[in-house]
């Protein structure tokens, strides 16, 4: 498989709740903030507009009764987010948009699942070599340096991002700031803005610790 991410199309929160399970093989699935926020009159009515979508997009035959009857590709996105025997999910927020990020592995191969606030799932698939290369892009700002001369509260482009690994066997939990000015680690859950001073670099061999095992590859490749 090539390791450059491979789009394999989007679904909306509601779309997603016709067809997915409510807990995947290591815990709750992803969040679904549109889907979240409608009572249950709604959620009935956006159901209803969902099944129609796909029907329209021809994701779903119009007399589906199974999910071994929806399209192959799509198929293959929902039995990958829900047996995936590990998850990195990883909540992002910045000054202008927050969103979240997730990794669900499954032996050799990674579905990568975007959630952006209006409720829409962008997903590909890449290779699970791949998978610390691609969190640490995730995690960390574009322009991220390190150490930096002050504390994350003077930033003005920053991005926090709190990482939850969750396994069959336990759950991992970290977060970072970072920005044009610096990288800081943070206790994570906690929102005070003071952390301790990091160089991206001792981020990026964190996240290799952490996440090269669950690949079955080593950090010399």
């Keep these: 498989m090539t390791t450059e991410p491979v789009p394999v199309g989007t679904l909306t929160d509601a779309e997603l709740a016709v067809l997915s399970r409510p807990r995947t093989r290591v815990g709750q699935r992803p969040v679904m903030p549109v889907w979240a926020g409608l009572d249950g009159d709604q959620r009935a009515a956006s159901a209803r507009d969902a099944r129609a979508s796909l029907v329209a997009r021809r994701l779903l035959d119009h007399d589906c009764r ?129 952390g301790d001073p990091v160089a991206p670099g001792d981020v990026r061999r964190v996240l290799a610790d952490l996440l090269t095992p669950l690949t079955g590859t080593s950090r010399d490749g």
């Design 66 to 194: 199974s999910r071994t009857d929806l399209r192959r590709d799509l198929r293959s996105v929902l039995v990958l987010r829900e047996s995936a025997a590990a998850v990195v999910a990883v909540a992002r927020v910045a000054p202008a948009a927050s969103d979240h990020w997730y990794a669900h592995l499954v032996g050799d191969v990674v579905l990568l699942e975007r959630v952006g606030d209006d409720g829409v799932h962008s997903f590909a698939l890449t290779a699970a070599v791949t998978l610390p290369t691609l969190v640490a892009a995730a995690v960390l700002h574009p322009s991220a340096t390190g150490p930096p001369a002050s504390g994350p509260e003077a930033e003005a482009d920053w991005l926090r991002a709190d990482l939850e690994l969750r396994s069959t066997t336990r759950t991992v939990r970290r977060a970072w700031v970072s920005g044009p000015g610096g990288t800081w680690s943070l206790r994570p859950g906690r929102t005070t803005p003071y």
